[in-house]
């Protein structure tokens, strides 16, 4: 009887002891999974917060109500303070075999090596243009300028969100998924991207923006001249050139738009200080437009929003920001202009930057037109392509209008410009008027100093571009409202 007590008791005390290892290796089991799971927590938290920050952090868009809304990147949820004592010393070997972040304070220090061997290197070289004349110094200090958003970087000043809200980037301006047929072909025909070589040393590379896409170099075959009864007639007297910008009814009409103003702010300056009616199409979002918009007024020039649009090569071929792109529903297409235009409310015309594929749409062309049509505003097509249909949506719903004849700078020389400037003449004395389109390279800027002296002699006179508007009874008004823009200031 005692012996099988005695057993009875064993086996209690050995089922006691079994629970108690089982509940041990539970426990232990348990804490080694909490500190992988811990562990692996921090290897994969850096690179997703990473990911978050280069994606919507620095992603904005525009509220319903029209202001800018701004994505977030996640916070970082602090460590319960019961977690700590497991989770620290995994967090130790972690950033123990992880590389340090930069030093910002090193990054900035280099930043600013960086700028002022750039600034001893431009001023080197405007010294040296200066001895050889006051206009290549200006030509030669274009590329050397120091943008206010690099100054507020070496400052530290210049955070993600000053960024987006100076280039103040669409949600819907981000590059669409490339499909399979894009990806396959080239951006552009090389047959066509050939006679545009030299001009597509375009980029300004202060800037990085794009200036042009691309052309079809039939693009530059302007349209025959109409029958000799719709052409104006002239009579055969000389000219006088007036510096208050009246039209001589007895002159060749031309106006001359200056596109992608906004990005580089000597030759910006350098253009708008230029003699005559030159027009200036500025981009909005660029560091220098507002200057030289402010400029231009002073000096008398018809200010134009110079709206970018989605071109054939898009997303290869960036407009910029602020673009307008094919699929976009109407409602966000007139959002993104009306913000656009409220930057410059000095502006009282609208022209294409890019926009070989958007101005083929009807039914953007059509959004578009009921902006400026609302606005009170003028269009010109830029025709960048053969098949845009601009000119006539803006025919249709009754915008003042008007539309490019020649591109002055394809080529990139100086010679080359002047050649094109005698086309745009040519076509000119067979039409009457024309309007051509040039763009702010310094070889642009030397052809201008050269030719525009000479136009008084040939009996032509440069007008803006809101005085060869069709219908002719609409340059009166647009005339009037320069007036007013300019007795504001």
Do not use: C
């Amino acid at each position: 009887m005692k012996q099988a007590g005695a057993d009875s008791a064993a086996r209690v005390q050995s089922a006691r002891r079994r629970a108690r290892l089982g509940d041990f290796f539970q426990i232990a089991l348990l804490s080694a999974l909490i500190t992988l799971g811990v562990g692996l927590t921090w290897i994969v938290e850096p690179w997703s917060r990473a990911e978050a920050q280069s994606g919507d952090a620095w992603r904005l868009g525009f509220a319903g109500d029209g202001a800018l809304e701004e994505s977030m990147a996640p916070v970082e949820a602090p460590i319960p303070v019961s977690m700590q004592p497991v989770v620290q010393p995994v967090a130790q070997v972690i950033q123990s075999q992880t590389s340090a972040p930069e030093d910002p304070r090193a990054l900035r220090r280099a930043t600013q090596s960086e700028a002022k061997a750039r600034q001893a290197e431009a001023s080197a070289t405007t010294d040296t243009a200066a001895d050889a004349g006051g206009a290549s110094a200006e030509e030669a200090a274009a590329t050397a300028e120091t943008s206010p958003l690099m100054k507020q970087s070496l400052k530290g000043e210049a955070t993600p969100q000053k960024l987006n809200q100076t280039f103040h980037i669409d949600l819907q301006t981000r590059p669409r998924p490339v499909t399979g047929a894009e990806a396959a072909q080239p951006a552009i025909d090389p047959a066509v991207t050939k006679p545009k070589a030299d001009a597509q040393a375009n980029a300004d590379p202060t800037s990085g923006i794009q200036y042009e896409e691309h052309l079809d170099p039939a693009l530059d075959q302007v349209e025959p001249p109409p029958p000799p009864s719709a052409r104006p007639k002239r009579r055969a007297v000389a000219a006088s050139s007036s510096s208050k910008g009246d039209v001589d009814v007895s002159a060749v009409k031309l106006a001359l738009i200056i596109d992608d103003l906004g990005y580089n702010g000597p030759i910006g300056r350098a253009i708008a200080k230029l003699p005559g009616q030159l027009t200036l199409a500025i981009l909005p979002g660029g560091n220098y437009s507002r200057q030289v918009v402010n400029l231009g007024v002073r000096e008398g020039k018809e200010i134009m929003l110079h709206q970018p649009m989605e071109p054939q090569g898009y997303p290869r071929v960036n407009p910029g920001p602020g673009a307008l792109l094919k699929g976009m529903p109407d409602k966000r297409i007139r959002r993104i202009l009306a913000h656009n235009l409220d930057e410059f409310p000095e502006a009282i015309g609208v022209n294409n930057h890019m926009g070989s594929r958007l101005t083929t749409d009807r039914s953007a062309m059509n959004a578009v037109m009921g902006v400026i049509l609302q606005r009170g505003l003028y269009f010109v097509d830029s025709r960048t392509s053969g098949k845009t249909v601009a000119f006539s949506a803006a025919a249709n719903q009754g915008v003042p209008r008007a539309q490019r004849a020649v591109f002055i700078d394809n080529t990139r020389s100086k010679s080359a410009i002047l050649n094109q400037l005698r086309q745009l003449e040519r076509v000119g004395r067979s039409h009457g008027e024309a309007v051509g389109i040039g763009h702010p390279y310094p070889e642009t800027l030397a052809a201008l100093r050269s030719w525009l002296p000479m136009l008084a002699r040939k009996n032509i006179q440069l007008v803006s571009a809101s005085q060869l508007l069709t219908p002719h009874a609409s340059r009166a008004k647009f005339a009037d409202k320069r007036r007013r823009i300019a007795a504001k200031r």
